[in-house]
T-cell receptor
Framework: GENVEQHPSTLSVQEGDSAVIKCTYSDSASNYFPWYKQELGKRPQLIIDIRSNVGEKKDQRIAVTLNKTAKHFSLHITETQPEDSAVYFCAARGKRAGNMLTFGGGTRLMVKP | KAGVTQTPRYLIKTRGQQVTLSCSPISGHRSVSWYQQTPGQGLQFLFEYFSETQRNKGNFPGRFSGRQFSNSRSEMNVSTLELGDSALYLC??????????????FGQGTRLTVV
């Protein structure tokens, strides 16, 4: 089955700096890669996703890149703000796997004011 | 449109008991997935139901089971509870359609504590 690894597990940055979180996946058939943000005590919420037919997607300060050959994808947050502090999860879904998502282990991002 | 609703929000059970958790998906969504979230193991997939049929199953023991009703509401059941079952149980629903348009929307979860 699919295996997703996520690094780093914790990331501390100064407000205004950029943050990058990286994930690798094992199933070359995976075609959908969402990123979720989970604030303390709240549900995971989708912040951006990318499908296997594109290499990059951007939404304001957030961008995701996908390298299908290397089977890795990354989340980039620019001009970080204290409210970006949360746990971020990457996930992958394979074409044959229904709606099952395989998640990475999560990254705790701390943005220091 | 109402979001994904899970009940109860909090639950305390004793070892050996059984528990049933409920999930009501977003109206029109037919796919419901369940995940277990623990500090050490992250988000682990339990199972997925689509149109009352289990479509996928994760690597959990048979004590974990689920079902889906004709109105797409889903329940999961854990029998013979163990201390290690203490976790946040999240369900997610996805809109109808095949292919790539399958974003998952999460409920707020049920926090189960086994004592």
């Amino acid at each position: 089955g699919e295996n997703v690894e996520q690094h780093p597990s914790t990331l501390s940055v100064q407000e205004g700096d950029s943050a990058v979180i990286k994930c690798t996946y094992s199933d070359s058939a995976s075609n959908y890669f969402p990123w979720y943000k989970q604030e303390l005590g709240k549900r995971p919420q989708l912040i951006i996703d990318i499908r296997s037919n594109v290499g990059e997607k951007k939404d304001q300060r957030i961008a995701v890149t996908l390298n299908k050959t290397a089977k890795h994808f990354s989340l980039h947050i620019t001009e970080t703000q204290p409210e970006d502090s949360a746990v971020y999860f990457c996930a992958a879904r394979g074409k044959r796997a229904g709606n099952m998502l395989t998640f990475g282990g999560g990254t705790r991002l701390m943005v220091k004011p | 449109k109402a979001g994904v609703t899970q009940t109860p929000r909090y639950l305390i059970k004793t070892r050996g008991q059984q528990v049933t958790l409920s999930c009501s998906p977003i109206s029109g969504h037919r796919s419901v997935s369940w995940y277990q979230q623990t500090p050490g193991q992250g988000l682990q997939f339990l199972f997925e139901y689509f149109s009352e049929t289990q479509r996928n199953k994760g690597n959990f023991p048979g004590r974990f089971s689920g079902r889906q009703f004709s109105n797409s509401r889903s329940e999961m059941n854990v029998s013979t509870l163990e201390l290690g079952d203490s976790a946040l149980y999240l369900c997610a629903s996805s809109p109808p359609g095949t292919g790539m348009n399958t974003e998952a929307f999460f409920g707020q979860g049920t926090r189960l504590t086994v004592v």
